[in-house]
């Protein structure tokens, strides 16, 4: 019988391995790199039709979180008093957006029921603002009943040079690399 105990322990220290590294794994994938904020780290903006700028607008009730890794790591969920008439006469519209999941536990954020709103068009998107970050536009999913979501997705500034080509010429200039 002792001559089996050496081989029991290399399996239970193997599966405690596994075990530790998934867990780890599973972590890291989820919540090691977000942080939640409580309250906008800068205004919540939609892109003004006439003028082309971000420009802020009411809201209440605001979770999210942002990934301190990458920029499309971004998730937002509030409440805003503004229709959707009203957001469509003053803001420009994204009609092919399509929203990224988060993590489970940052449960406000549904982006298969946001997605399905959006098709049907029961969701309205609106661009939240350009360059959020060099080559990452905020977008804003707005419902009826004024619930409203953000995300950030790549732009074709950010998809050319992030694909190693040229950034197309309507593109802010790149930032400078630090040395």
Do not use: K
């Not at 409580?38 to 700028?53: D, K, Q, R, Y």
């Not at 999941?101 to 939240?128: K, Q, T, V, Y």
């Amino acid at each position: 019988m002792n001559n089996r105990l050496p081989g029991r322990i290399l399996i239970v220290a193997m599966l405690a391995t596994a075990l530790i590294a998934g867990v780890s794994l599973w972590w890291l994938q989820t919540r090691a790199y977000y942080v939640e904020l409580a309250a906008p780290a800068e205004p919540v903006t939609l892109v003004s039709i006439t003028t082309g700028e971000a420009e802020e607008i009411p809201w209440e009730d605001f979770r999210a979180i942002e990934s301190i890794s990458a920029p499309i790591g971004y998730r937002s969920c509030f409440t805003t008093v503004m229709s959707q008439a009203t957001l469509t006469e003053v803001y420009q519209t994204v009609p092919d957006a399509v929203p990224l999941n988060a993590p489970a536990w940052f449960a406000c954020h549904d982006a298969r029921a946001l997605g399905a709103a959006l098709e049907s068009g029961e969701a309205i998107a609106f661009l939240g603002r350009r360059d959020i970050v060099w080559g990452f536009d905020r977008v804003i999913a707005v419902l009826p009943d004024g619930r409203a979501f953000g995300w950030n997705r790549i732009n074709h500034c950010g998809a050319a040079v992030f694909n190693g080509e040229a950034a197309p010429d309507d593109c802010p200039p790149l930032p400078e690399r630090p040395n």
